[in-house]
């Protein structure tokens, strides 16, 4: 029965009542304080009612739509927890918008709804619905400044987003065609009693792997990345590079998986794809990186070189047999540090910036002095993605290269490892004008006790799974369990 | 399933085709000697209905008229979810009362924001 099925969304349907909760209270309210702690309270009831499905691992509801099992709700766990730590970080920076607050959570939320369907979709139909509910909302928050940057930074990402669609549609109307199917594992079904591909089946795969690849902001589909991530408001462009890149990574390891990953000649096919891809990806990410003034955009260039280190682990994924789980976990575990590690420093970026308000790399010397906390967790996070110990960052890396040397690719962890070097270039340049430099002024710089408690979360996180990673490795072997494999 | 692409390839192709030939038509009847091809003022002006133009194209109309257009939209919604509904209404018993009872209220959300924000006023 559909409506006995309707248990298996309860996050997402308490979620959209908040969301709709938010809308009204905004339009009576006047005390605009109250709106975060709704968000917030949204959020954590989702994360219970998501918690409480864990363990019902690999059930299918709605006709084989959505799939219940523990990698989507480990994923949708990683998204509310995102959620909740850019809505706390939000808490200064929303004075901005003025009077549309109420819009900037719902909106904010309607997005996470979005996402969190995209990680337990398991049909091309509703994988594509869930992606545009995604995609539409955050296309609002991204312009949601209104001033120049911010419209040009939407725009972008509409029209460029709108393509990615098109290609993406595309793919699975081809592989729909093809295989007759739109549910991943009767796509999975064809491929086990065929013994070739046609070659527009294979088309159809890559424009699948091209319309993701925009999601994920791989290379050639990163050019949006540095615009859009400079003009968003800063809290939607850390939620961009945390949130909407965990379930790019989510629903990508699932299609590829799920749907693509028997027999071996099928998952040797797109596994080369991505090994080229990755190192692309990180090489470009990286080398740009380099010669970047401003601090969003630094990130964003940065997170583009993130995404490569984790299409290793994708293409790893491939090349190993029977969907070795070992490597999935290493994806799911490096999505998980990343996310923590991202959005702590973006918390700091927008202290920082709420008090000197600039993006300037230059206008951050002396940090140290001014505020030597926020100065202190920046450099944590910065050490951390460049992977250096005692940070999470490094063994998410060891984790990922490790099952991608045991695949054969070592060509590829070379040209990973390398790029790690590189990126220590720049992300030290920001350590030093943060300490070495004198500051322009001596002004304290500090902040609201809601992103002083989200970037202690992120800190102590970041340094744990550093320190004792066991439990959380743990954790993310338990997620790998996919419905139908 | 090649076979139905087929018809969505011969489609394209007649697509292109039409769109081709239909620009190209007056030059093709000028060298069969149909139409004398004079340019004139009257035939270069831009064509939209037949009518005279009058004005500018660049009319500035009252931005409220898009806020009555989207709330129109709202209540088309409301109509083709709810009649197919009232139509059935015996067969979906309790849970399609439930069910357009939660839509209602979805869509009642969206007035109320549209009422409070002042859309509905015509200042």
Redesign the interface.
Same mark, same amino acid.
């Given at each position: 029965m559909l409506i006995d099925e309707m248990k298996y969304i309860t996050p997402e349907i308490s979620l959209l009542c908040f969301a709709l909760l938010i809308v009204v209270v905004d339009l009576f309210v006047t005390r605009k304080g109250v709106l975060p702690i709704l968000s917030v309270i949204g959020a954590l009831v989702a994360a219970f009612f998501t918690v409480g499905l864990w363990g019902n691992g690999g059930i299918s509801a709605f006709n084989n739509m959505i799939a219940i099992d523990q990698f989507g709700l480990f994923f949708k766990l990683l998204i509310l927890a995102s959620l909740v730590l850019v809505v706390m970080a939000s808490n200064k920076y929303v004075l901005k918008f003025e009077k549309f607050q109420g819009e900037y959570y719902a909106v904010l939320m309607l997005s996470a709804i979005g996402l969190m369907l995209l990680v337990s979709a398991v049909n091309l139909i509703t994988i594509y619905v869930s992606l545009e509910l995604s995609s539409i909302s955050l296309y609002a928050l991204v312009s949601f400044l209104k001033d120049k940057a911010s419209s040009e930074a939407g725009l972008k990402y509409l029209i460029l987003g709108a393509v990615a669609s098109a290609i993406l549609l595309y793919g699975m109307a081809l592989t729909f065609g093809l295989t007759g199917s739109t549910g991943l594992t009767a796509i999975a079904d064809y491929f086990r009693t065929s013994s070739t591909a046609s070659p527009l089946l294979l088309t159809g795969l890559v424009l699948i792997i091209a319309g993701f690849g925009f999601k994920i902001a791989s290379v050639p589909f990163q050019l949006w990345v540095p615009d859009v991530y400079e003009g968003a408001p800063t809290p939607i462009t850390a939620y961009l590079s945390v949130a909407s890149k965990a379930a790019g990574f989510a629903v990508i390891t699932r299609i590829l998986m799920t749907a693509f990953g028997q027999p071996d000649w099928l998952h040797a096919e797109w596994a080369i794809i991505i090994a080229v891809l990755a190192a692309l990806t990180m090489t470009v990410g990286n080398v740009t990186a380099l010669v970047q003034t401003n601090i969003k955009r630094l990130f964003g260039y940065s997170s583009i070189a993130q995404a490569g280190y984790l299409m290793v682990g994708l293409a790893a994924m491939g090349m190993a047999t029977q969907g070795n789980a070992d490597i999935r976990s290493g994806i799911i575990f490096f999505l998980f540090s990343y996310t923590l590690t991202n959005l702590g420093a973006f918390i700091a970026i927008i202290a920082i910036s709420n008090k000197i308000d600039s993006d300037q790399i230059a206008d951050y010397t002396g940090m140290g002095k001014r505020s030597p906390l926020l100065a202190g967790a920046l450099t944590l996070f910065l050490v951390s993605l460049t992977g250096l110990p005692p940070t999470a960052g490094l063994i998410a890396k060891i984790y990922i290269f490790n099952g991608a040397v045991d695949q054969g690719l070592l060509w590829l962890v070379v040209i990973a490892v390398i790029n790690s070097v590189i990126s220590a270039f720049y992300y030290f340049r920001v350590v030093k004008v943060m300490w070495m430099g004198e500051p322009a002024s001596q002004d304290k710089v500090t902040s609201s006790w809601p992103e002083w408690t989200a970037l202690a979360v992120c800190c102590i996180m970041v340094v744990i799974i550093g320190v004792a990673p066991g439990a959380f490795v743990g954790l993310t072997q338990a997620a790998v369990k996919m419905f139908g494999i | 399933?090649l076979e139905?692409?087929g018809y969505v390839g011969i489609f394209l192709l007649i697509a292109t085709g039409f769109t081709v030939l239909i620009p190209l038509l007056p030059k093709l009847f000028k060298l069969m000697g149909l139409i004398p091809g004079k340019k004139t003022a009257a035939k270069l002006v831009q064509y939209e209905c037949g009518m005279q133009t009058i004005g500018k194209t660049w009319v500035q109309f009252n931005f409220r008229y898009y806020y009555f257009a989207v709330l129109f939209v709202l209540l088309d919604m409301l109509t083709i979810f709810l009649y197919p509904w009232a139509v059935n209404i015996k067969d979906l018993g309790v849970?399609g009362l439930v069910a357009v009872g939660i839509f209602l /209220?979805?869509l009642a /959300?969206g007035y109320?924001?549209a009422w409070?924000?002042g859309a509905l006023q015509w200042k």
């Open positions: - | 399933m139905q692409f849970g /209220v979805i /959300v109320i924001y409070r924000k």
